[in-house]
């Protein structure tokens, strides 16, 4: 399985939390990352996102069908984004459009397997790999990335 946890783009102030839209930075940011990933995602793969309209609209960049999952909403546990993602038994790869802390929290849990809160910057990602090696479950960091590197 391979997970990648997307966290929104920026996204403007002062409105209502679900309501908050992308900024223009936010937009070209979503362009940028969903560029990036396209060029690197099989042709099929799954998108959940959070309900929140900057989700959503990081979502819209990469041009796909996807699921809203009300879970997902920002604040949402370890467990539910886990539990959304069906890690580590769903076959294939699936993008994770969230929230911080919450995504942080979840790429700290799978990496040290410690709930703490990891920084996971606005559009950035951790693309993250369940694997099965000698009948030991492995997870594997495949990339680390923030929209200003690429």
Do not use: C, N
Not at 94 to 111: C, E, F, K, S, T
Not at 117 to 143: I, T, Y
Request: aromatic share 6%; hydrophobic share 45%.
């Amino acid at each position: 399985m391979d997970l990648i946890l997307w966290r929104h783009a920026d996204a403007e102030e002062g409105a209502r939390d679900l309501d908050r839209k992308l900024t223009a930075k936010g937009r070209r940011q979503a362009a940028r990352v969903s560029k990036w990933l396209s060029a690197r995602l099989p042709s099929r793969f799954t998108v959940v996102s959070s309900p929140a309209r900057r989700a959503r609209e990081t979502a819209d960049a990469l041009g796909v069908r996807y699921k809203i999952v009300d879970r997902l909403a920002p604040g949402a546990s370890v467990r539910a984004v886990l539990a959304a993602a069906g890690w580590p038994a769903h076959k294939g790869f699936i993008v994770v459009v969230g929230h911080q802390p919450d995504l942080g929290r979840v790429a700290a849990v799978l990496v040290s397997g410690r709930q703490v809160d990891w920084s996971v910057k606005k559009a950035g990602l951790w693309w993250l790999s369940h694997r099965e090696r000698g009948g030991v479950s492995q997870v594997v960091v495949r990339a680390v990335l923030a929209p200003d590197l690429i």
